[in-house]
């Protein structure tokens, strides 16, 4: 299952974001940097960001744990 647009909400270019991907072995890895970029397939489909200097959409699923702060 994806996570749609509704659980990013409040996410706006220019904040800094982290993504907390949990691994099935127990790992994580975490991306960081600028939003750059957000997208949803449709309101309840598959919501993706880019980060700055990460060329590929991250498309949001349910391993994954988004945070943001915004300088606004």
């Avoid at 919501?47 to 991250?58: D, F, M, S, V």
């Amino acid at each position: 299952m994806s996570k749609t647009i509704h659980d990013i909400k409040g996410l706006a270019i220019g904040d800094k974001v982290a993504i907390t991907i949990s691994n099935p072995n127990d790992t994580t890895t975490c991306i960081s940097g600028i939003c750059t970029g957000i997208q949803a397939l449709g309101e309840k489909e598959n919501a993706g960001l880019t980060i700055k200097g990460i060329p590929n959409w991250i498309w949001i699923e349910d391993n994954m744990v988004v945070t943001w702060i915004s300088d606004n």
